[in-house]
């Protein structure tokens, strides 16, 4: 299977931007695509996901703050982050899963099955 390769990551001040976007040439289709993060000793967690028919989730804490979307013109994956947070601060991840293995909480890992290998994302007070 074709590799997912992010992009974007970086430091900013609170309050900042960034935008992250994930090659994803081969999971244009039927898939589900999304976001998750990992802080330090943390857990991973999903971010945001968006279905192959352009269902969309947010985990809470980004609500109003990170938009989720697919550039199907450069086939990408893309995560626009406003007003960030130090708390945002996390290795970002993107994930894919076939929309055929019915997706039912496409915030959870263990839904997806092919991962990139991570951008850094650090925010600071």
């Known amino acids: 299977q074709q590799q997912l390769v992010e992009s974007g990551g970086g430091s900013v001040q609170a309050g900042g931007s960034l935008r992250l976007s994930c090659a994803a040439s081969?999971?244009?289709?039927?898939?589900?695509l999304a976001w998750f993060r990992q802080a330090p000793g943390k857990e991973r967690k999903g971010v945001a996901a968006?279905?192959?028919?352009?269902?969309?989730r947010y985990a809470e804490s980004v609500k109003g703050r990170f938009t989720i979307s697919k550039d199907n013109g450069v086939n990408t994956l893309d995560l626009q982050m406003n007003s960030l947070k130090p708390e945002d601060t996390a290795m970002y991840y993107c994930?894919?899963?076939?929309?055929?293995?019915?997706?039912?909480?496409?915030?959870?890992?263990?839904?997806?099955?092919?991962w990139g290998q991570g951008t850094q994302v650090t925010v600071s007070s």
């Open positions: 994930a894919a899963a076939p929309a055929w293995a019915r997706v039912a909480a496409p915030l959870s890992e263990s839904e997806y099955g092919y």
């Open positions: 081969a999971y244009r289709y039927g898939y589900w």
């Open positions: 968006i279905s192959d028919d352009g269902r969309i």
